[in-house]
């Protein structure tokens, strides 16, 4: 809002909100109403539906659902492709050379996981979490914290009809206060509430700063006979040789669909780097190429990824509430899994609010919650891989796996690092490096059949925008793309964005920076790598963004 008028909102009182539809809130939600019908729970989802918004890999540790839902074969879970065939590669430009399996911790063994879409993962969960009375909101953008001095009292959400300049119009609606004795915030990766939590409460203080990768996505359907269901294949190497930390998921799912994916570490330097168009050239390898001539690309998506591990989770309980899954950071990076931890955060978050609620408490701190991460399932996941991330930064590919591939080891057979706990430095976008110290890079160009410009790719993410109102992507010194990151950094944000918002247009009056806002597929990738760090990703109204099918 452009003047300081309060505005007059209506407001709703739960036991516990719930910000984000994802496994780590609908987990939390679910485990809530497992143990106390009686608790009043509300799940609000920015997309237009449960799993709208959801993009992951995705291989599935079940261990998580396994402890939620144990019976969750015998109620129609859409969760059938178990893993029948792992695969390592390093690619050079024209072949590849298998890593044997053998030498790998036994953490890295996908047998008796699964490949599944983790939107149906999600649209499934909410069923469960509805019969047992659960109220979910989809389309429900949660856009403000509702603060009480220190305290998060509650979240404001639906709030739309705003105009372009930021004043109500017509249709206005100010959406509703929802309170919650606790309030927890599942966003995901870099979440806008989140992100305004950790720092005013100062939640990562003590810990090291969180690092990012953006994950690039697209679903094929494929030649029957190229097709084997439940093969599992990552890769390194080419073709980001040096200039990027990196790799793909090449996942065999079901009826002759590949999940194809790229991971680009964002602490690269080379502000000239492309990631999008690496992924895209990537799928000219010959052994990737193979894969996908004859077949056709359905789906295409991007999602940042928490990479920072152990040494970069916040505190995670707060005043009111606590943060959960991917707001949290409990990814493995070795593993490429996060679901799993997500879905145990959310357990753990559910069973110290009730137990806090029990006792008549409410508006505190569940320091319950933190203790069971960080002494849990989760701090034993996360733990014996933490130091191949900052060693891969620091070093490169190859001393990753072998000093990072013999702490895990030790790690899993003693349970201790030998390497003690290596530190993250810089954050990402500290890494970027000024443009005078490297060379544009030449890519080729899409061919339409393996490869796609962002543009036309972006039409398969399903993504809207209501046009007409702000813009959900704030700068807060609108001259400084133009005065300070074109100069200094060729404004990387014409390319380290997977969704081509980010423009630099020549204008008889000189260069000018344009957002088309309406591509967004909400990666966050803008809000983590500007190298000013003045992009602000915020929310838009209502439903708005991708709408992924089956990702």
Not at 390 to 402: D, R
Request: charged share 20%.
């Amino acid at each position: 809002m452009t003047d300081q008028t309060p505005i007059a909102r209506e407001s709703m009182e739960y036991d516990v909100v719930i910000v984000g539809g994802g496994p780590s809130g609908l987990s939390a939600a679910i485990r809530l109403k497992q143990i106390d019908p009686e608790i009043q729970v509300v799940v609000l989802e920015k997309g237009s539906e449960i799993g709208a918004h959801i993009l992951s890999g995705a291989v599935l540790d079940p261990s998580g659902l396994d402890r939620l839902i144990p019976d969750w074969r015998d109620r129609g879970a859409p969760i059938q492709t178990e893993v029948t065939d792992d695969n390592f590669y390093v690619l050079g430009e024209a072949g590849e050379v298998r890593v044997p399996n053998w030498p790998m911790p036994p953490l890295m063994n996908n047998h008796g996981n699964y490949i599944v879409s983790m939107g149906n993962v999600c649209r499934w969960l909410a069923e469960q979490a509805e019969a047992l009375g659960v109220e979910i909101f989809p389309g429900m953008a949660a856009s403000q914290i509702v603060w009480d001095g220190d305290r998060v009292k509650g979240v404001v959400a639906g709030e739309m009809g705003l105009e372009a300049d930021g004043t109500p119009g017509p249709q206005y609606e100010p959406g509703m206060e929802l309170h919650g004795k606790y309030v927890f915030i599942a966003e995901g990766v870099r979440g806008s509430l989140a992100k305004e939590i950790i720092a005013r409460l100062d939640l990562s203080k003590g810990h090291c700063p969180q690092k990012f990768g953006l994950g690039m996505k697209e679903i094929w359907e494929v030649s029957p006979e190229k097709f084997q269901k439940g093969r599992v294949v990552h890769t390194m190497g080419w073709p980001l040789g040096s200039n990027a930390g990196g790799g793909s998921f090449i996942y065999h799912f079901e009826n002759n669909q590949v999940l194809v994916g790229f991971v680009v570490h964002l602490n690269y330097e080379n502000p000239y780097l492309y990631p999008y168009a690496e992924f895209q050239r990537f799928k000219h390898h010959p052994m990737v190429a193979d894969l996908l001539e004859g077949g056709k690309r359905v789906a295409y998506g991007a999602r940042a990824i928490s990479e920072g591990g152990w040494q970069s989770i916040p505190e995670l309980s707060f005043a009111g509430g606590v943060l959960l899954g991917c707001s949290a950071g409990l990814v493995n990076v070795p593993r490429i899994k996060g679901n799993h931890n997500a879905m145990i955060s959310g357990i753990e978050a559910a069973e110290a609010a009730a137990a806090a609620l029990k006792e008549g408490r409410e508006g505190d701190r569940l320091d319950a919650y933190d203790a069971a991460v960080r002494g849990g399932e989760i701090a034993k996941d996360l733990k014996k891989v933490r130091n191949v991330k900052p060693i891969w930064s620091k070093l490169g590919l190859w001393p990753s796996l072998a000093l990072g591939g013999f702490d895990m080891w030790v790690a899993n057979l003693t349970g201790w690092n030998p390497l003690g706990t290596w530190k993250h430095g810089k954050t990402d976008a500290q890494a970027t490096g000024k443009a005078k110290k490297f060379k544009p890079i030449d890519y080729p160009k899409p061919d339409g059949k393996l490869s796609f410009d962002r543009l036309t790719n972006v039409a398969f993410s399903f993504t809207n925008h209501e046009e007409s109102q702000p813009c959900h992507l704030r700068l807060k010194d609108p001259s400084v793309p133009i005065s300070v990151n074109l100069p200094v950094y060729a404004e990387p944000a014409q390319r380290y964005c997977p969704a081509g918002v980010y423009e630099v247009l020549e204008t008889p009056e000189g260069p000018k920076f344009q957002i088309n806002f309406q591509n967004c597929v909400h990666c966050k990738t803008c809000d983590i790598k500007d190298p000013s760090q003045n992009i602000v990703w915020t929310t838009p109204q209502g439903a708005d963004g991708p709408n992924y099918p089956n990702m």
